[in-house]
């Protein structure tokens, strides 16, 4: 624990939210090791890599990314994105993935094609993965 809390302040976590950030990252990873879906991401796959940073253009703008988790499975490249974020006070389930996919579709576009150009033999496919929710959105 100490050392992910390091690397939890390293990435800006305040201190007064590092024992919430320390315990929500080990109940994702927890829940990810656990799930069915969850190891099939982090199996070994072919061309696979984790936090993979890419620049390239996209729409004519020079684009920055670090894909979470990408791998290429019967032909198909797949680019995945954790979010550990949780359905509001009141929200469904559903209307919560739903938000939630609107809100990344764009991000998760750019990733596709920065991908796209890179494997240009290859479909390419985008998912949004909730660990704390074991719930898969391809988009």
Same mark, same amino acid.
């Given at each position: 624990k100490w050392i992910l809390g390091r690397q939890l302040s390293a990435f800006g976590v305040p201190a007064s939210e590092l024992e919430s950030a320390l315990d929500r990252t080990t109940q994702a990873v927890?829940? #990810?090791?656990?799930?069915? %879906?969850? %190891?099939?991401i &982090?199996?070994?796959?072919?061309? /696979? +890599?984790?936090? @993979? /940073? @890419? #620049?390239? @253009?996209?729409?004519?703008? &020079? #684009?920055? /990314? =670090?894909?979470?988790r990408t791998f290429v499975i019967d032909g198909i490249r797949w680019v995945i994105d954790y979010k550990t974020s949780s359905p509001? +006070?009141?929200? $469904? !389930?559903? +209307?919560? =993935?739903?938000?939630? $996919?609107?809100?990344?579709?764009g991000q998760m576009k750019s990733y596709s094609e920065l991908l796209q150009a890179m494997d240009q033999e290859? !479909?390419?496919k985008a998912a949004l993965y909730f660990p704390l929710l074991d719930k898969w959105q391809e988009l």
């Open positions: 927890q829940r #990810t090791v656990e799930s069915k %879906r969850g %190891r099939w &982090l199996e070994r796959h072919e061309d /696979a +890599a984790c936090e @993979l /940073a @890419l #620049t390239g @253009l996209v729409g004519g703008q &020079l #684009t920055h /990314a =670090i894909i979470d509001k +006070a009141g929200e $469904s !389930e559903k +209307a919560f =993935i739903q938000r939630e $996919s609107e809100h990344y579709r290859r !479909e390419v």
